[in-house]
Structure formats: C-alpha cells, structure tokens
C-alpha cells in the first residue's frame, strides 16, 4: 500500500469525513505533524496536517497537486510508517499546491519551511513515495538497516 500511487477521491462524503477524523487521531495519537490516507491503509489520495503553528490549522487537503515550486532546502525528516529514523530530505523552500478541502470545495496553499516540507512528504505518500527514496542508496541501506534492527529489537521485549 504505501509503495502504490493512491486514487483520486471522488466521493465527499461522511465515510471521507469519518476517514479525516480517523486520520487526525492516529495523527495526534503519534506525535506526528502530517499523515497520509495510504499510511492507514486506505488508498486515496488524500492527507491530514497540523505543524503545531498557532498562526496555521490543521488542515485535510484531498486530491493535491503542486502548481508552483521554487529553491532547495535541506532539512530532518522522519516518518511514523518507519519509526525510529531521520534522514536529511532536500525539498523545494517554497511550494503552491492547489487540492480540495473535505467537502469538495477548492483550497490553494503557500507553504515555506516546515509546512512545505511536510505538505511535500505527504504527497510523496499519496504517489507512493517514502523520504528514504529520496536518499542517496548508501543512506538509505544504512537507515533502513537500523530501522530492521530496531523493529527485531521491538519484537523481542
Ligand atoms: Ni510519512
């Protein structure tokens, strides 16, 4: 599931809505500031978002797209689909991402900073994409060989 390019949502409807509510609780449940439908097992294309900013709400987008993106910016990334590691993800400093709210209603967002990183790693969620492929394969084979390690270690207490 979280290697395969999720659909298009076509239907806004209470089971969409239920899915968001979902969504924002396993999100929060984690200490996590974004999470992604097919993280869940669910293949839409669609993600949840707070980055813990009093001056930005959490927000649902459905069906995003990038319409703008402009620099390189290199920052920490984890993911709660592969606990336990960070990489160093270069991503664009600023995007402009058009996508529908829960409801089916256009939304447009300029994002800098943590909100257009994490927006980014979301939608590389929706289109199957992990912040470890976008490693160099040295990096990745050495976090995914502490991330084997560490998920052996949990299995055995
Ligand atoms: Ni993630």
């Known amino acids: 599931m979280l290697r395969q390019a999720a659909d298009e949502v076509v239907a806004f409807d209470d089971e969409l809505k239920t899915l968001a509510?979902?969504?924002?609780?396993?999100m929060y449940a984690s200490d996590g500031i974004g999470l992604a439908a097919p993280q869940v097992g669910?293949?839409?294309?669609?993600?949840?978002m707070d980055v813990r900013d009093p001056e930005l709400e959490p927000r649902v987008v459905v069906n995003p797209k990038i319409i703008e993106q402009d620099g390189f910016e290199s920052g920490?990334?984890?993911c709660l689909s592969i606990p336990g590691i960070t990489g160093e993800v270069e991503r664009s400093a600023r995007i402009l991402i058009e996508g529908l709210d829960v409801d089916g209603r256009p939304?447009?967002?300029e994002a800098t900073d943590l909100l257009a990183r994490c927006i980014q790693h979301e939608i590389d969620h929706v289109d199957g994409v992990l912040?470890?492929?976008r490693l160099s394969p040295f990096k990745r084979k050495l976090l995914l060989g502490k991330w084997k390690k560490l998920q052996k270690e949990a299995k055995q207490r």
């Open 21 to 26: 509510e979902d969504m924002f609780e396993t």
């Open 42 to 48: 669910i293949a839409k294309r669609m993600f949840v």
């Open 76 to 78: 920490e990334e984890g």
């Open 107 to 109: 939304i447009r967002i």
């Open 131 to 133: 912040f470890i492929d």
